[in-house]
Nanobody
Framework: QLKLVESGGGSVRTGGSLKLSCAAS????????MAWFRQVPGKEREGIAA????????VYADSVQGRFTLSYDAPKNTMTLQINSLQIEDTAMYYC????????????????????????WGQGTQVTVSS
């Protein structure tokens, strides 16, 4: 059973940075994608960024494009999300997820509907941004 463990969340001021990590217990097959989701109380979990572990291609939500950067370290089985220029509206619980993606990454991994595309999930890490 593949397990995911997130780390790196915390409390920061607006404009600050954080680096979130998602470590997989095993090496995902080449045709897997990994993604970050976030959720605030009372709202649906939404996909914000995804990466194909095979070729490193990425997709981002418009709300994070240019501020969030995904990377994948295959030898460490770890996906990293570098978050810069944090805004109050980035406050949320952040979850990583993975599943097979024979079609590669695309816009279908962004938004609320993307949750149904992933089977394996981490426990989440909280990001809180204050002014």
């Amino acid at each position: 059973q593949l397990k995911l463990v997130e780390s790196g969340g915390g409390s920061v001021r607006t404009g600050g940075s954080l680096k979130l990590s998602c470590a997989a217990s095993a090496y995902p097959p080449l045709k897997y994608c990994m993604a970050w989701f976030r959720q605030v109380p009372g709202k649906e979990r939404e996909g914000i960024a995804a990466i194909a572990t095979g070729d490193g291609s990425t997709v981002y939500a418009d709300s994070v494009q240019g501020r969030f950067t995904l990377s994948y370290d295959a030898p460490k089985n770890t996906m990293t999300l570098q978050i810069n220029s944090l805004q109050i509206e980035d406050t949320a619980m952040y979850y990583c997820a993975t599943d097979s993606c024979p079609g590669g990454v695309g816009s279908w991994y962004i938004g609320e509907g993307a949750r149904a595309l992933f089977y394996y999930w981490g426990q989440g890490t909280q990001v809180t941004v204050s002014s």
